[in-house]
């Protein structure tokens, strides 16, 4: 066994490993980064073009698609969803006990679901931070709106957004005075226009009260318009360019968004951020204080049984992805940070017996349940042009409501009936089987598939100590280490949200004249029913929840700045720090938070020997 020493071990090379990185590297500090994804992976030019080849071939679009398996580190995918029975469901990376599948996926490569995510970069709401105090409901933060507001700056800088402040004033979100987002918004579609237009003054009743529905321009993080100059910048973003060699006149790396129409799973000329860009800053600018080890799958963090300091990192370093054959090795840093998603920070923490008295690790796994409906406008709507969505509807993102029902937001999707149907591939075996061919299939295609529109509800889900993630000795992966076992459910709320969103929907057609074709199939994996009604939801790949903050130390795993309460140089960050996952997308509050921590990282450092 192989030991090495750093300041910093952090395990997971996904976003929030990467700003962490980033933000201790210009500390000055030593870095090791394990990452448990393959040595041939996007960071190069040919890594890219290996990716791209890989989803052209792989006739399965699905987010996982262009990326290659792995046995060693293996990912689950949205194509392993079962119904679960009496038995669990084993089928893929997940153990599922339900009795709800939990739908989402994520990779486990270098740059982790950042490759394949849509770059959606919302803020959540003020509401979002105070659920027991304002509606009864979940549980409330450590911290408020106000306390993460500059974090935010920040990571919207690291990330790159495209947006305007002036589209995002809604439910109480704030910004600092002359704040402005990197870049300028990516332009509104032909289809969220004709949206625009046709939902102008359009009302929803809800618990006797009419609210709007009003179409927004979502923030998104990838390249569009940089800004000129810096000048309207908060100085606290700006700071985090200038620390790693950057400008307030920056201008991203990678393309302008060509709207290529595969943001998910992948962007063909890298306009989409992705955490290979800063760990690409991290190597560039810091050679000789940062390491980075792929192949690598932590397998167990030793502590002292009296401080419950962390003194080693175990792991298993693998051959090839598809050979078993490994090396067991141990690292050690002075502080030591979990980087890696809910689930795996999660199991990770589970496999090494950490001290947790709130009892809560594992627990309160959330994902937003996604409610598709789709129609057909009564005019040409321009699909399958553009990133995947660059508006929504965000009324129902906060109310007096959420006492009674879950929140939604809707996306406006630009891509047809895809997600809902396969199309427009369904389409042209639908119309060939009908008998059309030549220039009378082209036209038909042509009138169908221009039409098509798609919404998409995402429901807030409250925490809930019975959705979690366990391990058990009964199964585990190809190099033995445990596969993560799911727990899951949707409660009353959480479905009466899915009712509220399918009436949003559908509110939404009728206003705009679109012909609603949408009909939820019983034998789908997520079909579920509320009040008489059913609904078939998929997962959004938004893992959040399995080690949240706390107050003290019956309240959460970590304090407000991600240290674990009876572990005092570790730190467990990502979206798995949320105790609440509220409507937005979760990416830019996990790199917020990943900010935060880093912040008290270099604190700690700076007063420990």
């Known amino acids: 066994m192989r030991e090495a020493r750093y300041d910093a071990v952090i395990v997971g090379g996904g976003i929030a490993g990467a700003l962490v990185a980033e933000r ?78 939990f739908g989402s996926n994520y990779l486990r490569a270098l740059g982790g679901t950042t490759l394949h995510w849509l770059g959606t970069c919302l803020r959540m709401t003020p509401a979002d931070f105070e659920m027991a105090t304002r509606y009864g409901r979940g549980v409330d933060w450590p911290i408020s709106y106000a306390d993460l507001a500059p974090w935010y700056e920040r990571a919207e800088w690291a990330i790159g957004v495209s947006g305007e402040v002036e589209d995002q004033g809604y439910h109480g979100i704030a910004f600092s005075p002359g704040y402005a987002y990197p870049m300028r918004r990516i332009p509104q579609s032909f289809n969220d226009r004709f949206y625009v237009r046709a939902l102008d003054g359009a009302t929803l009743a809800v618990d006797g009260a009419r609210l709007p529905i009003t ?26 360019y200038e620390a790693r060699g950057g400008s307030p006149d920056y201008v991203f790396r990678g ?40 192949q690598c799958v932590v397998s167990r963090l030793e502590t002292d049984p009296d401080s419950g300091a962390v003194t080693g990192v175990l792991y298993k370093r693998y051959e090839a992805p598809d050979a078993p054959y490994f090396e067991t090795r141990a690292i050690r840093g002075r502080i030591v940070v979990l980087a890696a998603n809910a689930v795996e920070n999660a199991k990770l923490g589970l496999a090494s017996g950490l001290r947790d008295p709130s009892g809560q690790l594992g627990g309160n796994l959330m994902d937003h349940p996604f409610l598709l409906s789709w129609g057909l406008a009564p005019e040409p709507v321009g699909p399958f042009r553009g990133p995947g969505a660059t508006s929504g509807i965000e009324s129902l993102r906060d109310g007096a409501f959420r006492r009674d029902r879950a929140a939604c937001r809707v996306e406006i ?26 220039a009378a299939l082209r036209a038909r295609l042509r009138h169908d598939v221009q039409r098509q529109v798609r919404l998409g509800a995402l429901i807030e889900q409250p925490p809930d100590p019975d959705n979690r993630v366990s391990i058990d000795p009964r199964w585990r992966d190809a190099l033995g280490e445990p596969r993560p076992v799911i727990d899951y459910h949707l409660d009353a709320y959480t479905r009466a949200g899915l009712a509220l969103g399918r009436d949003l929907c559908a509110e939404a057609f009728r206003v705009a004249g679109v012909e609603d074709h949408t009909a939820y199939d019983r034998e789908l994996p997520g079909y579920v029913e509320h009040a008489g009604r059913g609904f078939a939801y998929f997962g959004s790949g938004h893992l959040v ?65």
């Not at 969803?81 to 709800?100: C, D, H, L, W």
């Not at 569009?224 to 309207?232: E, F, L, N, V, W």
């Not at 760990?279 to 600018?285: N, S, Y």
């Open 215 to 240: 179409v927004s321009s979502t923030p998104q993080g990838r390249n569009s318009t940089p800004r000129a100059g810096g000048a309207i910048v908060a100085a606290e973003a700006r700071g985090a």
């Open 413 to 438: 999707g630009n891509w047809g009936w895809n997600f809902a149907t396969g199309a427009p591939f369904s389409d042209v075996n639908r119309l060939v089987d009908e008998g059309f061919s030549g």
């Open 255 to 294: 393309a302008r968004c060509e709207g290529n129409s595969s943001c998910i799973p992948i962007c063909p000329v890298k306009a989409k951020y992705s955490a290979l860009k800063t760990l690409g800053d991290c190597a560039r600018l810091w050679p000789q204080t940062f390491t980075l080890l792929k």
């Open 24 to 101: 201790l590297l210009a500390a000055g500090m030593t870095v090791a980064l394990l990452e448990a994804g393959a040595e041939t992976s996007g960071e190069s030019g040919e890594g890219w073009e290996a990716y791209l080849a890989h989803y052209h071939a792989n006739p399965l679009k699905t987010p996982n698609s262009p990326y290659p398996e792995n046995r060693a580190a293996p990912s689950p995918s949205v194509l392993d969803t079962a119904k679960i029975g009496a038995e669990p469901s084993t089928k893929g990376y997940f153990v599922q006990r339900g009795p709800n599948p």
């Open 545 to 609: 929840g399995t080690h949240r903050i706390g107050a003290y130390e019956g309240a959460g795993v970590t304090d407000a700045d991600l240290r674990m309460w009876r572990h005092p140089n570790l730190w467990m960050v990502g979206a798995g720090a949320m105790p609440t996952i509220g409507t937005s997308n979760p990416t830019l509050t996990l790199a917020a938070l990943a900010l935060k921590a880093a912040d008290a990282m270099v604190a700690a450092m700076e007063t420990t020997p």
